[in-house]
């Protein structure tokens, strides 16, 4: 009885693991670094799926000193470098773009003690996005009653709000993180409040994978719904998180999903339509860049599949933030169309001759440390 009652113990994590979207717990946990600690560092067996994310909670009250700091790996690449380990204590989310690995690796990267615990893991998809449509009913996808087909509409995820940020919440990190499936998004909703602390001044910026959504979300003291559009983005992961140090209690989260590629054309980033020889994809784009817009990781990535592209259009703004001084630069892959545009504050619509160039993405990032706002992206192009 207690050899099977051991083994449905070590069980219960791959159990977790199969269930897409959900973080998996991880009860190891322990002191490393520093001379009053055993160990350099803590090790934790991955399973053989893509790693979206990683939570741990972590402490420096341990010693005379306080200059802990921490290395995260996935396998062999580091995700996260010398973080600093507050003495108090902190939990830290921490993305992680899909990478596969069979540990994962905490160690500790100066000479002083870390207290580590609560470890998590959040898990994508076991397969590729490419072969999704071979695998049938299998793999954990949403079906429709018997039949097969991805599910759409709105999809709740209950089990994922709570208070993020602050000083009374920092024990949850300051973002959620949420798998999606691999279908396009058309919407995003949730409840959020800031009747936490003293202060009332709670923000949001909400994203999918490095796509922004919304920047900034002013959240009301007494709460409300708030309810975004996106356009047909696919992504990995949705994230939630604080633009700024206030608590915000966040609940009943949902996404929109529609219906996947269905020979409709459906891309990464927008959609597209026919038009004889051409193809047009669009996308609604968002806020990139600056303190306000998610900074110089912020960039509107759209999917190409190798195709040839003749223009890009789209209409752009400075009338975010103090500054006036935005630029973007546009690219396809590395091969740059267009560097440091100058983007006026009343905005104006760019078109770029795109020369047929071919390739995997097309990359609108800033050029320069301000926020601007792109829409109505629209790009042209030969299969």
């Not at 990359?363 to 829409?375: G, L, R």
Request: charged share 30%; with cysteine; net charge negative.
């Amino acid at each position: 009885m207690r050899r099977v009652l051991i083994l449905l113990f070590l069980a219960l994590p791959l159990f977790g693991q199969n269930r897409r979207g959900d973080w998996v717990t991880y009860g190891d946990h322990g002191c490393i670094g520093g001379s009053k600690c055993p160990d350099k560092r803590l090790r934790i067996k991955l399973a053989d799926r893509p790693v979206l994310g990683v939570r741990f909670t972590a402490h420096d009250d341990i010693g005379e000193t306080a200059g802990g700091k921490l290395t995260v790996k996935v396998g062999a690449d580091a995700v996260r470098s010398y973080i600093d380990i507050p003495r108090r204590g902190e939990t830290f989310t921490i993305d992680v773009d899909n990478r596969r690995g069979e540990y994962l690796t905490l160690e500790a990267a100066a000479n002083d003690e870390i207290e580590i615990k609560d470890i998590a893991v959040m898990y994508g998809s076991g397969f590729d996005r490419d072969h999704d449509n071979d695998r049938g009913s299998s793999g954990g996808g949403w079906q429709r009653g018997g039949g097969g087909g991805n599910r759409e509409g709105w999809r709740t995820y209950e089990r994922a709000g709570t208070c993020i940020g602050g000083e009374e919440c920092r024990q949850n990190g300051n973002r959620i993180t949420i798998a999606l499936d691999d279908q396009p998004v058309l919407g995003i909703r949730f409840n959020a409040h800031d009747n936490v602390g003293t202060r009332a001044d709670g923000k949001l910026n909400v994203r999918i994978d490095d796509h922004s959504v919304a920047s900034y979300v002013d959240v009301a003291r007494d709460g409300k719904r708030h309810e975004f559009d996106v356009d047909s983005l696919v992504g990995s992961k949705l994230v939630i998180s604080t633009a700024n140090d206030d608590e915000v209690v966040i609940s009943d989260i949902a996404v929109l999903y529609g219906h996947g590629d269905g020979g409709r054309g459906y891309d990464s980033g927008g959609h597209g339509r026919t038009y004889g020889a051409e193809r047009e994809t669009r996308n609604s784009g968002a806020c990139i860049g600056g303190s306000e817009c998610g900074g110089s990781r912020a960039k509107i990535r759209i999917a190409l599949h190798g195709a040839s592209v003749t223009s890009v259009r789209f209409f752009a703004h400075d009338s975010v933030g103090a500054k006036a001084g935005g630029e973007l630069r546009v690219r396809i892959d590395d091969e740059v169309l267009r560097d440091y545009i100058d983007i006026p504050r009343d905005g104006r619509t760019f078109n770029i001759d795109a020369h047929h160039i071919s390739g995997d993405w097309l990359i609108i990032e800033t050029a320069a440390d301000d926020e601007v706002v792109v829409k109505d992206i629209r790009v042209t192009y030969r299969e």
